[in-house]
């Protein structure tokens, strides 16, 4: 079988299960009082940015992803590890570039950078290590779903599926990590589970269900889409399965969830059920959400 018939999550699954890995955004190291959380994310020119991306938004976007897999955690972000491999004939004033466009992201958001290697490639290939500590009581793991717990989206969806179809690089690659916003959630000690929406959002949902045995029912008229997103009539299917919205999936119990929305750009879009499945209701009618998203190598 190849790769391209497996795809990116059953590969991920098999490394995980055979090496009693959790499947979480951070792997943890347990110290005393607090976990350290460390993530990792490998951006490569071909795959993840347009023809004409600016080499200042490839080294702003290899830093903010992993990122945004801390604000998942709640974490404190610490120091980040950067290897990089760059082509030979690649011009001094681009990798001036990228290293500007990691400066100024850590600079925004937090951490420094403490190290790396450099070595030539054929193409640009950015890999970043990022670290980060959270307190054992505030930690949010993606394991933890319970029966009635009200689902929860920060922010907008569907930016980044439109932000591909326009061909908008700002929004599609100077992305925000949530940071803060996962810090106060994590803060409340209230959140069962959370993940950050980077496959897309039915991706993510079906993530969950495998870890949690636990459903989901969404409700199709409460998703908040993205103003860039309405101006396309499939703006549902660019809000539930293009990805690239970096936006904070999360559950709690329901009477919390009324509380955090006076102080929080969020919206409630379902609730957990107990039956293994994910659906959509909308105009009155329930069916199955399709289990589909960004994936490599499919």
């Excluded at 993840?48 to 945004?68: D, I, K, Q, R």
């Excluded at 199709?220 to 936006?247: Q, S």
């Excluded at 119990?253 to 059920?273: A, C, F, N, R, S």
């Amino acid at each position: 079988m190849k790769l391209s018939d497996m795809g990116e999550r059953k590969l991920t699954y098999k490394i995980t299960s055979e090496m009693h890995i959790p499947f979480d955004d951070c792997a943890v190291i347990e110290r005393e009082g607090y976990y350290e959380v460390v993530t990792t994310d490998m951006v490569n020119a071909r795959t993840h940015f347009p023809e004409g991306t600016p080499p200042y938004h490839m080294g702003w976007y290899a830093m903010a992803v992993n990122m945004s897999d801390l604000a998942a955690k709640g974490a404190e972000v610490e120091a980040y590890l950067v290897a990089m491999g760059l082509p030979r004939d690649m011009e001094e004033e681009n990798y001036e570039e990228i290293i500007r466009g990691m400066k100024e992201c850590v600079d925004k958001y937090g951490g420094r950078i403490v190290g790396g290697d450099t070595k030539e490639t054929d193409d640009i290939i950015i890999s970043v290590a990022a670290f980060g500590t959270v307190e054992k009581a505030k930690f949010m793991p993606r394991k933890g779903i319970r029966k009635g717990d009200a689902v929860y989206v920060t922010g907008k969806l569907g930016r980044g599926g439109a932000a591909l179809r326009d061909k908008n690089l700002d929004e599609l690659l100077l992305i925000k990590p949530r940071l803060e916003e996962g810090r106060y959630l994590a803060s409340l000690g209230k959140v069962n589970a959370c993940m950050d929406l980077s496959d897309g959002l039915a991706s993510s949902l079906y993530q969950l269900m495998k870890i949690n045995g636990k459903g989901f029912r969404i409700y199709g008229n409460a998703l908040p889409v993205h103003e860039m997103a309405k101006n396309y009539e499939d703006a549902i299917e660019l809000a539930l399965y293009y990805g690239g919205d970096y936006e904070l999936l999360f559950t709690l119990p329901p009477e919390e969830g009324g509380k955090l929305e006076e102080h929080m750009d969020i919206t409630k879009i379902g609730e957990v059920i107990d039956e293994e499945k994910v659906v959509i209701v909308a105009d009155g009618k329930e069916k199955m959400m399709e289990n589909r998203g960004y994936e490599h190598f499919r």
